[in-house]
């Protein structure tokens, strides 16, 4: 049994990832705190600091926070861009950056992208290019990683517990259930892969 960190735990892909982890010790976070164990905010280096330092000795992270603006692209804003980037792309990037001071020996992370970046649709374009961002982030990064930590990421496609707020936008997309892609957070996790994308599509 390892001790995990989940982090995003009570969204939707946070259950999603939990579902794969129920032989395991898992550790909650979100932003707000409610229902997790603790609260945290990945856009803030101190704030995962205070979270790792308080959960004490983990062996994974799996991070399923990356919060995205969705617009047409001539219409979307720096504003929206700079929101879009500082959580998805730069928060989790905080979250390794940070998580490495504290992660056990032969640990890992497991991060989160998103089809778009594979299957371009209208309004998504920040989605898409922070989710290719964390992609390439992860393959790169795995070769610099000490101690013999792994990392990977899990790029699904919309969960079918997810479809009344994304079928609109992703005609066309076949939903697969949040039980199959906690599957591939269980491989990142309990596997020995590392700099993997980890892709979940029906
Ligand atoms: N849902 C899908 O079908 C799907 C498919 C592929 C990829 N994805 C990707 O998965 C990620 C999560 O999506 P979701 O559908 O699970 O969203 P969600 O249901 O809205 O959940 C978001 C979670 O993230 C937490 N959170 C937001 N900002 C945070 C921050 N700065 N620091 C810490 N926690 C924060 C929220 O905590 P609080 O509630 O406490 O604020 C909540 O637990 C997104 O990047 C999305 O693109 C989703």
């Known amino acids: ?9 009570l969204g939707m892909m946070g259950q999603a990832a939990l579902s794969g982890l129920t032989r395991h010790k898992v550790v909650t976070a979100s932003r707000s705190g409610k ?26 992270v799996v991070n399923t ?5 969705y617009a047409p692209f001539q219409e979307m804003t720096s504003d929206q861009w700079a929101t879009t980037i500082q959580s998805k792309m730069l928060g989790q990037i905080n979250v390794v950056h940070v998580g490495l001071e504290y992660i056990k020996d032969g640990g890992s ?7 778009l970046n594979m299957k371009p649709v209208p309004q998504a374009i920040a989605d898409a290019t922070t989710s290719g961002a964390i992609d390439t982030f992860v393959k790169c990064v795995a070769h610099e990683l000490p101690r013999g930590i792994r990392i990977n990421v899990v790029n699904p496609t919309v969960l079918e517990e997810a479809m009344d707020v994304y079928g609109d936008m992703l005609r066309g997309f076949q939903p697969v259930p949040g039980a199959l892609v906690g ?19 029906a």
């Open 1 to 9: 049994m390892k001790t995990v960190v989940v982090i995003g735990a």
């Open 35 to 60: 229902g997790c164990d603790f609260q945290v905010d990945i856009t803030n280096k101190d704030s995962l600091r205070k979270l790792f330092e308080s959960v004490g000795e983990f062996d994974a």
């Open 65 to 69: 926070v990356g919060h995205c603006e």
């Open 109 to 115: 992370f497991t991060l989160i992208s998103g089809i």
């Open 183 to 201: 599957k591939a957070f269980e491989r990142s996790v309990d596997g020995f892969v590392t700099g993997q994308v980890l892709f979940v599509d």
